[in-house]
């Protein structure tokens, strides 16, 4: 009975409790540093939005992982260096959302740009520091999953937004989703699915994407180059998430690459 109360304790606290006082805390601090003059005038505040941003991250996280293996150490688990980094990681894509409320003549517009930058920087370091001091837990690898796929998302509907990239770029942010509705289609009509390719590409075509987006937002990056090269940059990510679907249907051989 103790130990269904403290499963059900750490899932509180991971579904409701976190998420809470994260975005509390997040919309505080950019209450506390954007300046009133730049956002005062805003229907919604950026610091609204990117709290809620980061707690509907959390929130996911905390509702879809097994707490089984958290309650004996939940806070060495979740709060450890990796993790920290992860969450960070969440923190500041949150706030790049937050600028979709905010006009792109801002005089913070460096900001979406750094903060998504510094982003990119942590999702190479948490996963090295969480293989180095064996720190690998279900619960990091959700988070990771959780905050990539939010950043492309955030970062890229800024940038449409403030037409620092064509519309047709948030294709890449639909393409996870399109590909897991087509798996979730395939079971439902009891299809085969098959494992997807054992390949690398895909994790290396994302950091390109992650440096691209980077670059479109930042302020003196020229508009008209980055629409000319962002075919080039999305047409492969694109063809892997193609190459996937097409392996996990089975119209194509499952190869490792």
Do not use: H
């Amino acid at each position: 009975m103790a130990e269904l109360r403290r499963k059900r304790s750490v899932s509180v606290g991971l579904g409701v409790g976190l998420p809470a006082f994260a975005a509390l805390c997040l919309a505080a601090v950019l209450w506390g540093v954007l300046p009133l003059d730049e956002t005062e005038q805003l229907l919604v505040s950026p610091a609204v939005v990117a709290g809620i941003c980061w707690a509907g991250q959390l929130w996911y996280v905390g509702y879809s992982v097994d707490t089984v293996g958290l309650t004996g150490g939940v806070r060495r688990r979740l709060f450890g260096l990796a993790n920290t980094l992860t969450l960070l990681r969440g923190a500041l894509y949150a706030v790049v959302a937050g600028f979709v409320v905010v006009p792109a003549t801002t005089d913070l517009a460096w900001v979406p740009a750094l903060c998504y930058g510094v982003g990119v920087v942590f999702d190479k370091l948490d996963g090295t520091v969480a293989r180095s001091v064996g720190q690998q837990t279900a619960l990091g690898a959700r988070l990771d999953t959780a905050f990539d796929t939010f950043g492309f998302v955030a970062a890229p509907l800024l940038a449409v937004l403030w037409g620092l990239l064509p519309i047709w770029y948030l294709s890449i942010s639909a393409a996870r989703y399109v590909f897991l509705a087509g798996i979730r289609w395939r079971r439902l009509r009891d299809r085969p699915v098959f494992d997807r390719p054992d390949s690398d590409l895909g994790k290396y075509l994302a950091g390109v994407q992650m440096g691209f987006i980077t670059i479109a937002l930042v302020p003196s990056t020229p508009t008209d180059l980055v629409w000319t090269v962002a075919p080039i940059v999305l047409a492969p990510s694109l063809a892997v998430f193609a190459r996937d679907y097409l392996t996990v249907s089975g119209r194509l051989p499952r190869t490792n690459t």
